[in-house]
């Protein structure tokens, strides 16, 4: 059983450049989230979503695009790289609400210089 | 408003038991939820609360105080894999159900 699956695992962007991350998920969970950690802080939500078609915006969605066209996928968007982005992004599901616990991908360590 | 509070670092003792507090100020609040992390890994789930007193796990409890806005988390029979950062984190029920995360507690364990 995979899981939340999340690539690339490692990116290093220039500035204004665009990228995907994508993150799958094979348990049919209907919630979806995207996160970022910089370094010795928590975890700061960008977007998320409860069902296919259906997305919101977290604390920090400024810079990001999301879409959820399937229960499994949800990747998360940088249009133009900017050095703020530089962070490690959590991809994470639950089944059917918030208040239970969250199953994370292994995250993507970006770079932007 | 939406802070959450823990404190930045913690040592102890191999054997030992330790307690990680978390302080949080959200309005429409919903449960509070403890999670690990070991250092470059994605974090994963301890405990959630959403009525007050303590819960018990194995060698970890997580305890809850609604009308006090604090949590702990116990962490008994201390081993060296525990050394981690621990991760408090509130939901905030409105429209939003978002799960706001503290800046987390690191563990470090010794010998």
């Known amino acids: 059983n995979a899981g939340v699956t999340q690539t690339p695992k490692f990116r290093i962007l220039k500035i204004g450049q665009s990228m995907t991350l994508q993150c799958t998920q094979d348990m049919n969970h209907n919630y979806m989230y995207w996160y970022r950690q910089d370094p010795g802080m928590g975890l700061k939500l960008i977007y998320y979503s409860v069902g296919a078609g259906i997305t919101d915006k977290g604390e920090v969605p400024n810079g990001y695009n999301v879409s959820r066209s399937t229960t499994e996928d949800f990747p998360l968007r940088l249009e133009l790289a900017a050095p703020s982005q530089t962070s490690v992004y959590f991809c994470a599901s639950s089944l059917r609400t918030p208040n239970e616990k969250l199953f994370f991908g292994s995250g993507t360590q970006l770079s932007v210089l | 408003g939406q802070n959450i509070d823990q404190p930045t ?46 819960e018990e796990k194995g060698r970890f409890s997580s305890f809850l105080s609604r009308s006090k806005g604090y949590s702990y988390l116990l962490l008994k029979e201390l081993q060296m894999k525990d050394s ?17 995360f503290g800046s987390g507690t690191r563990l470090l364990v010794r010998p």
């Open chain 2, 9 to 54: 670092e913690m040592t102890a003792t191999e054997g030992a038991i330790v307690q990680i507090n978390c302080t949080y100020q959200t309005s429409g609040f919903n449960g509070l939820f403890w999670y690990q992390q070991h250092a470059g890994e994605a974090p994963t789930f301890l405990s959630y609360n959403v009525l007050d007193g303590l």
């Open chain 2, 84 to 100: 981690a950062s621990y991760l408090c984190a509130a939901l905030k029920e409105d429209s939003s159900y978002k799960l706001i």
